[in-house]
């Protein structure tokens, strides 16, 4: 077998040796353009997962790469005038240089052929490599090979927006170190660890404005470095900055370009390492990836030496997923970094969980096995900040208290509005009481009704609960003393009207599948339907919009007959508020249109005079879409605004959900995924957030409450399969304050021994 490696990278090496020392009769030639035993860069770091990766590679060169490491455990974040440690991270730095050149020689002692200052023409590959059997493009992240051919790789390369320069110091950092400094420019942040005896490689960053203004945008390297140790120099300790930009090109700051191709190989051609994919430095898994990469495809052509097809398929088809993983957690980590300013309001406890969570790759009981004593330290503080006095008890995030005006609820644990369409006329019935009772016997802080309608022609379908009759009343007073009598539940009534997308079939019938007789006309702010097979709604008129804000007032004074805790005015999912906020479906020329300012301005008419009349002492809530998931929708930057004025109107919590606004959204699904639109809002705006989407697990909940990311976490389903998913959560994680109801002490005695049983079983496993 004849193999060409055009890049003489971690990628191409690394391939070459396992190669060559499966079959030492295989040819194999690597390909570098630089000098040899020239390169670039500083440090590179690994993780105590990629060191175990690599155990499936080469035992010799693996040695001699351990060997050169730093390692240390430790994470140090100065924010604010304070450093806060996390330990049991389990890093390793070596030089990039020592790196090549082990990787260089080890290739060489197995007999591998290395051209060094081989510029390859793409152009020439067919005619200079034509007896090649596999030809690997690890020509890095500018792959010209990538690049020959775009139309059948199908790169897509991001440019992100923070600028960064790679620069080094003799100043040893013993921990991986974090460092943020404000300057009258901006935030600008270090990422900086060791990675030999004497050197510590020392990444500074920020965003482009910051750089602007910092006026570095025609800095030269040593204008650069006086920055640098300027700006730094009491981290430095006297040490200087380093800078090797004679092999750069251009300028010392850069943008970080996030690669991913569609295909990955081209007959006889595969791309490998960063001409693949590139995931961002500040996870540290460029080297990480081209490692395993090589590790994968060397597996698979020595498992079946005479199917390259098939192998090249099955590399591919495996690495992509992988890489998907690292790079999605990699964008988050990246957008935090993008975004340091949100985040400079926390104080530097949370500041640092949430730098350490970033990623989302890292939950609160990973980081618990890491660190324990950082973890209960940190919920001690999480909790004392809750109560406003001092906490000796570790408390899981989710279980502390949280005060909206004269609310206390017992934990931060939400069962999200759903719509049951079990309604007789707008009354809930029987299900509803055992519906609504038994979540709140499950331990919940804070249950939530579903959507509920002030008017008959509000509702979204027949079933649909409503509180604009007396029987209404009646019923929903029966099912909150339910709630109040047995139990420490609070209880919120969310009211909404369904505009466009009412007189609709029950969900299981189909949702948004119009009524086939009996259909009441519809309201919404221009005459666009939900979707053709929809009914076009009537455009509101002034007097429509007097009549629904008086339904809406009319419907919070029987709330707070009725007993309700809280109101939340629900503006969100296509119904008719939502369909005002959205530049999708509001098109009108009057002043309750054009830019975000207008389209709020009616959902804001109906929140004051509700606002007005609910007692002062009990909060009030909206619920909003923070995205249309479509290009011409509503903007992040007009939900954070959104956020605001609501704020200014004297809503206490934005309950953060996305899209359902339009028939032709293209949402992005994956775990917590609308918990970034939360995240933005709290931080940016200023105002205490609900989050909710695809959360289903404790660890999530207390993994956004930690990091700051809301401050209530809404489950929907997973309140549907288990309406004790609180008290479940309390038993699993050995938190004893959590109360049970009475009744059922003997059951929690009961799960507790089976808790503590299946973790016996899985330890002796």
């Known amino acids: 077998m004849k193999i060409a490696c055009i890049g003489g990278g971690p990628a191409g090496l690394y391939f070459a040796i396992l190669m060559k020392k499966a079959d030492p009769s295989r040819e194999i030639t690597v390909y570098e353009r630089n000098r040899a035993y020239d390169t670039f860069g500083w440090g590179v770091v690994f993780s105590e997962e990629t060191l175990r990766n690599l155990k499936g590679g080469d035992a010799e060169s693996q ?3 351990i060997d050169s490491f730093a390692q240390w455990d430790d994470i140090d974040v100065h924010f604010k005038g304070r450093v806060v440690t996390s330990t049991g991270h389990g890093f390793c730095g070596i030089e ?3 790196l090549l050149n082990i990787l260089q020689g080890r290739a060489e002692a197995l007999g591998v052929r290395l051209v060094f200052e081989a510029e390859i023409d793409p152009a020439t590959i067919p005619e200079r490599f034509g007896d090649c059997d596999l030809i690997v493009a690890s020509d890095g992240v500018n792959s010209r090979i990538r690049n020959h051919w775009p139309e059948h790789f199908r790169p897509q390369v991001e440019v992100r927006r923070n600028k960064y320069v790679w620069l080094g110091t003799k100043k040893v950092f013993d921990a991986f170190t974090f460092i943020f400094e404000e300057t009258p420019h901006g935030w600008f942040q270090v990422h900086a660890y060791r990675f ?13 404005e910051a750089w602007r203004k910092a006026g570095l945008e025609g800095a030269d390297s040593a204008a650069t470095v006086a920055f640098g140790e300027k700006l730094f120099a009491k981290y430095l300790d006297g040490h200087r900055l380093m800078t090797n930009a004679r092999h750069l090109r251009g300028s010392d700051w850069l943008n970080f370009p996030r690669v991913s ?5 081209k007959d006889n051609i595969v791309l490998m390492g960063d001409a693949a994919h590139t995931a961002h430095y500040s996870i540290g898994s460029g080297t990480k990836l081209a490692l395993e990469d090589a590790i994968d495809l060397a597996a698979r052509l020595n498992a079946a030496p ?3 097809r098939a192998a090249l398929a099955a590399y591919q088809e495996e690495r992509r997923v992988e890489v998907l993983k690292l790079q999605s957690a990699a964008r988050n980590s990246t957008e935090w970094f993008e975004n340091v300013a949100r985040y400079a309001r926390l104080e530097p406890e949370q500041f640092a969980y949430s730098l350490l969570t970033r990623s989302q790759r890292i939950g609160h009981e990973n980081l618990k096995l890491r660190d324990a004593g950082f973890v209960r330290s940190y919920e001690q503080w999480l909790a004392s900040t809750a109560t406003g006095r001092p906490q000796q008890e570790a408390v899981p995030p989710m279980f502390a208290p949280f005060r909206l005006r ?11 509005p759903m719509a049951m369409y079990s309604a007789v006329d707008g009354t809930p019935g029987d299900f509803h009481l055992v519906h609504y009772g ?6 919940a802080g804070l249950i939530f009704t579903e959507m509920t309608c002030p008017s008959a022609d509000a509702r979204i379908t027949p079933g649909c609960t409503g509180l604009y009759a007396p029987e209404h009343l009646a019923a929903w007073k029966r099912i909150v003393d339910f709630v109040h009598a047995n139990g420490e539940a609070k209880i919120c009534l969310q009211l909404g009207h369904a505009g466009p997308k009412g007189s609709t079939k029950v969900g299981w019938e189909g949702y948004d599948v119009p009524l086939e007789r009996d259909n009441w006309p519809l309201l919404a702010p221009s005459p666009i339907p939900w979707s053709p097979r929809n009914q076009v709604p009537r455009e509101c008129t002034q007097e429509d919009m007097a009549r629904i804000t008086a339904e809406f007032v009319a419907a919070t004074r029987m709330a707070d007959e009725a007993g309700f805790d809280m109101v939340e ?3 969100a999912h296509g119904y008719l508020l939502s369909a005002f906020i959205s530049p999708l479906t509001n098109k009108r020329s009057d002043a309750y249109g054009g830019d975000i300012h207008g389209r709020a301005r009616f959902p804001l008419e109906v929140f004051r005079a509700m606002r007005a009349v609910w007692p002062g002492h009990k909060p009030m809530s909206v619920r909003i879409s923070a995205t249309d998931w479509h290009e011409d929708g509503l903007t992040a930057d007009e939900a954070v605004t959104l956020a605001r004025l609501f704020r200014e109107a004297g809503v206490d919590l934005v309950d953060v959900s996305a899209g359902q606004t339009s028939a032709e959204a293209k949402p992005v699904y994956g775990r917590m995924f609308q918990t970034p639109f939360s995240d933005r809002i709290r931080n940016e705006a200023g105002v205490p957030t609900m989050a909710v989407g695809n959360i289903f697990e404790h660890d999530h909940v207390n993994s956004i409450i930690a990091s700051g990311r809301a401050d209530l976490v809404a489950l929907a389903r997973p309140h549907l399969s288990d309406p004790y998913f609180t008290l479940h959560a309390a038993a699993q994680l050995r938190h004893d304050r959590q109360p049970w109801p009475r009744q059922y002490l003997s059951g929690r005695a009961q799960y507790l021994r089976n808790v503590e049983r299946d973790l016996d079983m899985a330890i002796s496993v």
Do not use: P, Y
Request: charged share 25%; aromatic share 4%; proline share 0%.
């Open 569 to 571: 005015l629900h503006a």
């Open 96 to 98: 990039r240089k020592r």
């Open 196 to 208: 030999n005896e004497d050197s510590s490689t020392f990444i500074i960053e920020t965003t482009e």
């Open 63 to 65: 040695q001699a790469i």
């Open 438 to 443: 038994s979540r709140a016997l499950g331990g």
């Open 406 to 416: 004269g609310m206390e609820l017992v934990n931060r644990v939400v069962m999200s």
């Open 261 to 265: 191709c569609e295909n990955w190989v």
């Open 306 to 308: 005479g199917d390259l």
